[in-house]
């Protein structure tokens, strides 16, 4: 199916969790138990059913796990994951009781953040994205771990240098981006402690969703006529389809010390891509703001190269995403703030 196909909420997680021939092969060669910390946010959902639905394909056995806190009952996540077969642990993974109860296994995908708001509650943001990693490197000493990062700390680029790739220096502004950084430190630290341990520092940009994203945020500005600022002229946009795919792959290249992979999709200009949306809406969008030289754009050619070119182009998902919002298709209320210029959260 073409994500332009989609018209309903169970063909749209059908679509999502769909794995591609690249994660089949993956799965067969990562042993053990899987364990998905933090999995029950806007990708954990998806990214564990894609790997469900790869290990029956494979025809392999293995205990597949999530812990997370479960906080939003309306979606039922919990129930959805048992009737997968998932294993479910219901708690904050920060107490270090619950995190220590949590079964040993050889393969650990790390997805707890601490973004929106980090500004305003610095204490629980180095908590969450600063402590909490250290004591999951501790607990996963000889475990391989994909370890969800962000690529919000890379310096900002011109459109010509094609963006920041992944042994670019670090330029983190704010409380988010420094604690991102922190992060991976926490992770370098426990990696360089236990030689057994392999990590890949996955930094993703702007997956985009029916459910959420750019995308859709861009779409509904232009429908009800707000303002779409300029601030920040360039974005790279990925769907959330080859995001998971690209993260559980990631397996493959964990190593100590960590590696590192940028997974972002193409550089677009924002003006292009809400001109193309109000061209399919037949509305024109409401653009402001001056467009600064410099934008935080991500070069992913290493992720292409390695595994490949994503499966979803983008003119797909933008006329998906217009038939979506014009019939009223399910929207999960998590805005992106792309357009955040100064980085702050």
């Known amino acids: 199916m073409n994500i332009k196909e989609i018209t309903n909420s169970r063909q749209l997680r059908e679509f999502m969790s769909a794995p591609t021939d690249g994660v089949i092969d993956c799965v067969k060669k990562v042993r053990g138990d899987i364990l ?98 250290y004591l999951v490197g501790e607990k996963y000493r000889d475990s391989r771990i994909v370890v969800f990062s962000s690529a919000n700390p890379y310096a900002c680029t011109t459109r010509e240098s094609g963006g920041s790739i992944e042994g670019d220096a670090l330029d983190p502004k704010g409380i988010y981006g420094w604690s991102i950084v922190a992060r991976e ?32 945020d861009l779409a509904n500005y232009i429908l009800q006529g707000r303002e779409i600022s300029l601030s920040v002229p360039y974005v790279n946009l990925v769907s959330q389809r080859d995001a998971n795919d690209r993260a559980i792959r990631a397996f493959e290249i964990c190593s100590n010390p960590p590696s590192i992979l940028n997974v972002s999709g193409p550089v677009v200009a924002v003006r292009d891509v809400a001109s193309k949306l109000g061209e399919l809406l037949g509305k024109e969008p409401l653009l402001v703001g001056e467009e600064p030289v410099l934008s935080l754009m991500i070069n992913d050619d290493f992720s292409v190269r390695r595994f490949g070119k994503y499966n979803d182009a983008l003119e797909d998902i933008m006329t998906a995403a217009v038939n979506w919002v014009k019939n009223d298709g399910e929207y999960w209320g998590k805005p992106t703030k792309f357009g955040v210029a100064k980085r702050e959260y």
């Open 36 to 133: 998905i910390l933090g999995g029950s946010g806007k990708m954990g959902p998806e990214l564990t059913e894609m790997i469900v639905r790869a290990d029956a394909i494979a025809g392999i056995k293995r205990s597949i796990s999530v812990a997370s806190t479960f906080s939003n009952l309306r979606e039922r996540t919990g129930e959805l994951f048992a009737e997968m077969g998932v294993n479910v642990f219901k708690g904050e993974l920060t107490d270090t009781e619950f995190l220590g109860r949590l079964p040993d296994t050889e393969n650990v995908i790390y997805m707890p953040g601490f973004k929106f708001g980090s500004a305003d509650n610095w204490e629980k943001a180095v908590q969450v994205n600063c402590i909490l990693p």
């Open 185 to 216: 430190s926490s992770f370098a630290i426990t990696a360089k402690e236990h030689p057994a341990q392999r990590s890949c520092y996955y930094r993703l940009t702007y997956a985009q969703h029916l459910a959420y994203g750019v995308i859709v």
